[in-house]
């Protein structure tokens, strides 16, 4: 059974940082792209950054260029999230995303607050 557990989220005040979680498990992770994806209220859920099974990054340069770091430990299977300089309009519930055989595969999320 395909699992992934996004933690990590919290309160916290602007140009704070904060790391973000996801364990991934019941599939060769490995071998997997794997992504963050977020959504604040009332909009669409929007790609953040992905990394590739060998570690290689993908961010989303329009929004998170420069402030948040993907990044990987197969032997863990987990994925991390590192958010700086974190603004109000970061906040939104992060997921975690893989995709296997085509279909997207997505935890319960992670609520981010940016708040002063």
């Known amino acids: 059974q395909v699992q992934l557990v996004e933690s990590g989220g919290g309160l916290v005040q602007p140009g704070g940082s904060l790391t973000l979680y996801c364990a991934a498990s019941g599939f060769d992770f490995r071998s997997k792209l794997m992504s963050w994806y977020r959504q604040a209220p009332e909009k669409e859920r929007e790609f953040v950054a992905a990394i590739s099974p060998a570690g290689t990054q993908i961010p989303n340069k329009n929004s998170v260029k420069g402030r948040f770091t993907i990044s990987r430990d197969n032997d863990k299977s987990m994925v991390y999230l590192q958010m700086n300089n974190l603004a109000p309009e970061d906040a939104a519930v992060y997921y975690c995303?893989?995709?296997?055989?085509?279909?997207?595969?997505w935890g319960k999320g992670t609520l981010v607050t940016v708040s002063s």
């Open positions: 995303e893989a995709i296997l055989d085509g279909t997207p595969y």
